[in-house]
């Protein structure tokens, strides 16, 4: 059986005077070397993709991370300066993608900036910058330094008991690598939060009514899957999901 094929929905960048589709190789290597499935890069457009007709050509849908962030309108929130960078375009393109595989029950794993397209998409809310909320630790990913200790693996997570991602990572404390500085704020009533940091900041979700897979997870799991025990397990996991999905398909 050839490989099953997941979406990653693109972000939009601008490089030499025009525009590109893109993905970041740490999401399109774990899916490869560790979910062990193939992966299509769907174009981002605020008005022209046909969503069923990408989601029948695939087994899974990987929501990765960016450096932009959700819309403040599509949660009801007057948008600020410091509310940006945003891409309208991947809005566009990744709220119906979540929203129809999930009607679908095709597998879905959701990171960073995609947990919040999660949360949004069924209509949860988002906070900015989080760090100035009294008691809130700054998760924003530290300034001067190189990518790797950036995305370290240094602060916990508690993972709930009978939570989804339970079934793999365990259950109590797990060390992430968590960076950002928006997090969901009221979470969406189709979602189950499966754990937190230790400043109560919402770190995994789940979707209740889900006919499978169907995680979020606000740390980056891509960026040492192929080292790291969790990080690998979450991908793994995901991969098998896929598997499945595709196997009952054929």
Not at 86 to 109: E, N, Q, S, V
Not at 134 to 139: E, I, K, L, R
Not at 171 to 180: D, F, K, P, Y
Not at 203 to 215: M, T, Y
Request: glycine content about 8%.
């Amino acid at each position: 059986m050839p490989k099953p094929i997941i979406a990653i929905p693109a972000d939009i960048r601008e490089f030499d005077g025009t525009t590109w589709h893109a993905a970041q190789n740490q999401y399109v290597r774990a899916a490869l070397k560790v979910a062990d499935v193939m992966s299509f890069i769907i174009p981002a457009f605020e008005a022209g993709n046909d969503t069923d007709a990408i989601l029948d050509r695939v087994d899974g849908l990987l929501v990765s991370g960016s450096a932009t962030n959700v819309h403040p309108s599509l949660y009801g929130q007057e948008a600020r300066d410091s509310d940006g960078p945003f891409d309208p375009a991947r809005d566009a393109t990744t709220m119906p993608l979540i929203k129809r595989a999930l009607d679908r029950g095709i597998p879905l794993l959701a990171i960073c900036r995609g947990i919040q397209e999660l949360n949004v998409a069924l209509g949860g809310t988002l906070a900015s910058e989080i760090q100035e909320q009294p008691g809130v630790w700054d998760h924003r990913k530290p300034a001067d330094v190189d990518r790797d200790t950036a995305f370290a693996v240094r602060q916990n997570v508690i993972v709930a008991k009978g939570s989804c991602i339970a079934r793999y990572l365990g259950t109590g404390e797990v060390m992430v690598n968590s960076l950002h500085r928006q997090a969901i704020s009221k979470t969406a009533p189709r979602l189950q939060v499966e754990a937190v940091a230790e400043d109560g900041t919402i770190e995994a979700v789940s979707v209740i009514d889900a006919k499978g897979f169907a995680i979020g997870v606000q740390w980056h799991p891509e960026y040492w899957a192929e080292t790291d025990a969790p990080s690998r397990a979450l991908f793994e996991a995901f991969g098998n999901a896929v598997r499945a999905y595709a196997g009952d398909r054929s």
